[in-house]
């Protein structure tokens, strides 16, 4: 009898015994070290009030206490008393929160705790992939977060042009993590085949845990634990989400059963439930009794597992139903419904199911972190910084999904522009130099931003980029139900409705007509052959077989026969309906057969290329970088760029090279109207960028006590090519080459500074510490920058004294 209930427990998928065997090995020093080093540094410690950092540190001297403390934990299953608290902080869900259930509760755990945490969540990571169906994506290695969005707004566009009547129910269970009913949990993992060592030693990480709110930063008293999971835990997400499973596989079976009717697509795949943590969304036909199903299922779960439906937070969606409809439908359920403007951009699947916007939307959410304080407090390099890392990183949601109007494109990239550039936005300003010189690369004359359009069009093409390397997950197979087992990819002809997939594929084919053709550098590389097709894959060369000889395919049977079926003939043609015969038949036949001669299959698995890695793996990074090498501006010489000086250093030297400072020659030449163009410190010549940092006489006289400082002979330059050619001419060794560049450009600042407040701010400053500045600044900046520590005696006397 105990016999018979254990195997009704039993899940389809479980861990095999070699797979229990490696979760339940001896611990090693090496993998108690790694933990550590995985560990975030400086994140808030818990009651322990150690941080990793200091672990890493003093590693050599407290390592191996570390390590005894750790596999005493695995030897004995249970840990001593106070190693297992935790701090827990709340963290605002909403503005202006007042109750608790409008916070978030993470745990700050201590750090023997998280390091055996650590220990247990990468050896489970190994195994989850084979225990967790593809309608998960949390967690899960090599599955994306942004799938469920993909499928939902796919699933939408399919619906609307067929006149399917579906809904789509969004899950909010109330307070998941916090939740979780122990035994419950231990019941999944004994389903699930994991060894009774391993279960104990999850259970030990639960079993007398205790933590104390943080208030205003002070503790409260400490409480005991009895159920749920601790956000903050490494092994928290990845215990959960099999749990979550065990919710995939008794809806299952309801839909094997046929109690509930999912959407079938062209009758090819049938959708009826997606999940990422604890975001569970359910699509199906739009029937009572579908409703009626999925609020069962889920009382019979919440009553096993602890996971309440939140029915105030859930939404209801209709497609192809009248609103009147959705709404008795979702008043009977408690629950609420999603209402889609005219202009959505699509729904997402996060904390809340709800439509992401127009790209109005996202226009006015980039704005909104702009303010002029910002503008105002923040030097260039400081704004360069906040722009590549915030400003671009804000609507790369939108970006990873969503194909962006060039007319969108052109409004973030003027925003950028003018908080580059410290404008405020209501100020009319003049730009000095062209903004599509600023996304260039480095090497390309630019300083790296990067367009708008170059990351928007590389995080797409990834999506093509999947369907070919990954073929057996849900997305690319949901791809190939709607569109063929090719995805349509590489066709001109316009599918028949919109949605994102075919603006994709759209996208694709622009990018081809302006001569940038990714799908050439995804080459497929033959290991046993099994899943390449001998005929309509590109695996020897750029051409496929079946266009390079349409006489011998003509001749094929089997026109999808694997390299690996073919190569195991004895001959090639015997798969022909017929032999080849003499003229150009037979000279294609031997040159196939001279194509495929020597080559020898191996045990590997066969795989795709990305071309433009050395890796050969695809990266949004490369493709990025082609399309902007493509089409931005390019410069003659790439960008100088020292990294022993701040960012607005190097951004003022840039300026200088483009002659793209407001000079009087470059004010008159916009027609602005100045008083004078003659320079402000000699007055003697038309100030433009080759006469106040090269030519000036005030200037040529801080540049002979530089040189001279240098100990290198004096010598005479006009501009800022004829200083490049005397840079390069110099024989120095390479760090000292790179402190003389750095001390001109620190230079060329100061000149630049002492300029401006001679003309805005003291009209009698005097040129005299000129020099003695730069000395000092350029000192200042490259000793804390440079891994070389540099004295100041020394430095102060000639740079040329310093030891290398």
């Given at each position: 009898m105990l016999e018979s209930t254990q195997k009704s427990y039993e899940f389809p998928v479980r861990l095999t015994s070699d797979q229990v065997e490696d979760l339940e090995s001896e611990i090693s020093n090496e993998e108690v070290k790694a933990a550590v080093w995985d560990c975030g540094v400086n994140k808030s410690p818990g009651p322990d009030g150690y941080t990793f950092e200091f672990f890493r540190k003093y590693w050599t001297f407290i390592g191996n206490d570390i390590i005894q403390a750790v596999k005493a934990f695995f030897a004995n299953g249970c840990f001593p008393r106070g190693c297992n608290s935790s701090f827990i902080a709340l963290i605002p869900k909403i503005q202006d929160a007042k109750f608790v259930k409008d916070f978030r509760p993470i745990s700050l755990i201590g750090s023997t705790y998280k390091i055996i945490s650590k220990i247990l969540a990468n050896r489970l990571c190994l195994v989850l992939p084979d225990l967790i169906s593809d309608v998960q994506s949390a967690f899960v290695a090599?599955?994306?977060?942004?799938?469920?969005?993909?499928?939902?707004?796919?699933?939408?566009?399919?619906?609307?042009?067929?006149?399917?009547?579906?809904?789509?129910f969004k899950v909010d269970f109330e307070k998941a993590f916090d939740s979780v009913k122990w035994d419950y949990l231990d019941e999944t993992l004994k389903s699930f085949g994991f060894g009774l060592k391993w279960r104990n030693w999850i259970s030990g990480c639960l079993n007398n845990a205790k933590g104390s709110v943080l208030v205003n930063g002070n503790p409260t008293k400490e409480f005991q634990f009895f159920k749920g999971l601790k956000q903050g835990d490494p092994l928290s997400p990845f215990l959960f989400i099999l749990v979550m499973e065990t919710l995939h596989l008794s809806f299952k079976r309801i839909i094997n059963a046929g109690l509930y009717r999912g959407i079938s697509i062209n009758g090819s795949l049938t959708l009826s439930h997606l999940f990422y943590a604890d975001d569970v969304v359910f699509v199906g036909e739009w029937k009572d009794s579908n409703i009626h199903i999925l609020l069962n299922v889920l009382k019979c779960f919440f009553l096993a597992s602890g996971l309440k439906i939140n029915l105030q937070k859930s939404k209801l969606m209709g497609l192809g139903v009248s609103s009147n409809v959705v709404n008795s439908a979702a008043n009977l359920m408690g629950c609420s419904i999603l209402q889609l403007p005219f202009n959505y951009l699509g729904v997402k699947v996060g904390c809340n199911m709800s439509y992401i916007g127009s790209w109005d939307d996202v226009i006015s959410k980039v704005s909104s972190r702009l303010s002029k304080w910002k503008i105002k407090s923040l030097s260039i390099g400081g704004r360069l910084t906040l722009l590549k890392s915030v400003l671009t990183s804000i609507p790369l949601y939108h970006m990873s999904i969503f194909k962006v109007p060039m007319g969108v494109l052109k409004k973030l990239e003027s925003i950028r522009r003018n908080f580059f550039n410290g404008h405020d936005g209501f100020a009319r300003k003049s730009s000095w130099f062209n903004w599509n010189k600023a996304l260039a690369s480095k090497k390309n004359g630019g300083i790296g931003v990067s367009s708008f359009f170059a990351i928007n069009r590389a995080?797409?093409?990834?999506?093509?980029?999947?369907?070919?390397?990954?073929?057996?997950?849900?997305?690319?197979?949901?791809?190939?139900?709607?569109?063929?087992?090719?995805?349509?990819?590489?066709?001109?002809?316009?599918?028949?409705?919109?949605?994102?997939?075919?603006?994709?594929l759209q996208a694709v084919n622009s990018l081809k007509d302006k001569g940038i053709?990714?799908?050439?550098?995804?080459?497929?590389?033959i290991g046993n052959g099994v899943n390449t097709s001998f005929w309509a894959d590109s695996w020897i060369g750029s051409i496929p077989f079946k266009e390079k000889f349409p006489?011998?395919?003509?001749?094929?049977?089997?026109?999808?026969?694997?390299?690996?079926?073919?190569?195991?003939?004895?001959?090639?043609?015997?798969?022909?309906?017929?032999?080849?015969?003499?003229?150009?038949?037979?000279e294609s036949f031997n040159l196939l057969c001279q194509s495929v001669r020597g080559l020898v299959l191996s045990n590997i698995e066969d795989r795709w290329s990305w071309s433009l890695e050395g890796s050969g793996l695809f990266s949004v990074k490369s493709s990025r970088a082609y399309i902007d090498d493509l089409l931005l501006p390019k410069a003659d010489a790439a960008t100088r760029w020292i990294r022993i000086l701040p960012i607005k250093i190097n951004v003022f030297a840039w300026k200088v090279c483009?002659?793209?400072?407001?000079?009087?020659?470059?004010?008159?030449?916009?027609?602005?109207?100045?008083?004078?163009?003659?320079?402000?410190?000699?007055?003697?010549?038309?100030?433009?960028?080759?006469?106040?940092?090269?030519?000036?006489?005030?200037?040529?006289?801080?540049?002979?006590?530089?040189?001279?400082?240098?100990?290198?002979?004096?010598?005479?330059?006009?501009?800022?090519?004829?200083?490049i050619s005397w840079l390069s001419s110099i024989r120095l060794p390479k760090l000292l080459k790179v402190f003389l560049e750095g001390s001109c450009y620190v230079m060329w600042w100061l000149v630049w500074k002492?300029?401006?407040?001679?003309?805005?701010?003291?009209?009698t400053s005097k040129p005299d510490s000129l020099f003695d500045d730069v000395v000092q600044m350029s000192f200042l900046w490259m000793n804390s920058r440079s891994k070389s520590r540099l004295n100041w005696i020394s430095w102060l006397k000639s740079p040329m004294c310093i030891s290398m």
């Open positions: 090599n599955r994306q977060i942004l799938d469920g969005p993909f499928i939902l707004n796919e699933l939408m566009s399919w619906c609307k042009h067929t006149k399917f009547k579906g809904m789509i995080l797409l093409f990834k999506w093509v980029w999947r369907f070919f390397s990954d073929g057996s997950s849900l997305w690319s197979t949901f791809i190939k139900a709607l569109f063929g087992f090719h995805g349509a990819i590489g066709l001109t002809v316009k599918p028949n409705r919109r949605s994102i997939w075919s603006d994709i053709d990714f799908l050439q550098f995804i080459r497929k590389k006489r011998l395919y003509a001749l094929e049977e089997s026109k999808s026969i694997s390299v690996a079926d073919k190569l195991g003939l004895s001959s090639l043609y015997l798969s022909f309906r017929r032999p080849p015969r003499g003229g150009i038949e037979q483009l002659d793209a400072l407001p000079t009087r020659c470059n004010m008159s030449l916009r027609g602005i109207d100045i008083p004078s163009i003659l320079c402000p410190l000699c007055n003697r010549a038309v100030e433009n960028s080759d006469h106040i940092f090269f030519s000036c006489s005030m200037v040529r006289k801080v540049w002979r006590r530089l040189l001279t400082w240098w100990e290198l002979d004096v010598s005479s330059f006009h501009s800022y090519n004829e200083w002492f300029r401006n407040r001679l003309l805005f701010s003291d009209p």
